[in-house]
């Protein structure tokens, strides 16, 4: 049974940076797509990036396409978003997510608990 677990988040000043893990435990994270979705309170959960299995491929919402980086390294079994230039409009709670490639929810069937991004000064 895959479990996902997202490490990282925290409160950063707006113009920071922060630096979101996802790890995988019992199965390898190599047989999916990887997303990262976010919920801010009172919205709905959103995508914000996905990468292919392999890596090749990537996808990011609008709103943070350009300060946002996803990447993976699947020989140790993780995955990342790169968050640069933070703004007070990307606090929320952070997901990962394995399943197939795209920015819908329905595309994926596995999800982590979540980490907590509060950028304010």
């Known amino acids: 049974q895959l479990q996902l677990v997202e490490s990282g988040g925290g409160m950063v000043q707006p113009g920071g940076s922060l630096r979101l893990s996802c790890a995988a435990v019992?199965?390898?994270?190599?047989?999916?797509?990887i997303g990262w979705f976010r919920q801010a309170p009172g919205k709905e959960r959103e995508g914000v990036a996905s990468?292919?299995?392999?890596?090749?491929?990537?996808i990011y919402a609008s709103p943070v396409k350009g300060r946002f980086a996803i990447s993976r390294d699947n020989a140790k079994n993780a995955v990342y978003l790169q968050m640069n230039s933070l703004k007070p409009e990307d606090t929320a709670v952070y997901y990962c997510?394995?399943?197939?490639?795209?920015?819908?929810?329905?595309?994926?069937?596995?999800w982590g608990q979540g980490t907590q991004v509060t950028v304010s000064s």
């Open positions: 997510a394995a399943g197939f490639f795209g920015l819908d929810r329905e595309r994926y069937g596995h």
């Open positions: 019992g199965s390898t994270l190599d047989l999916y797509a």
């Open positions: 990468i292919t299995r392999s890596g090749d491929s990537t």
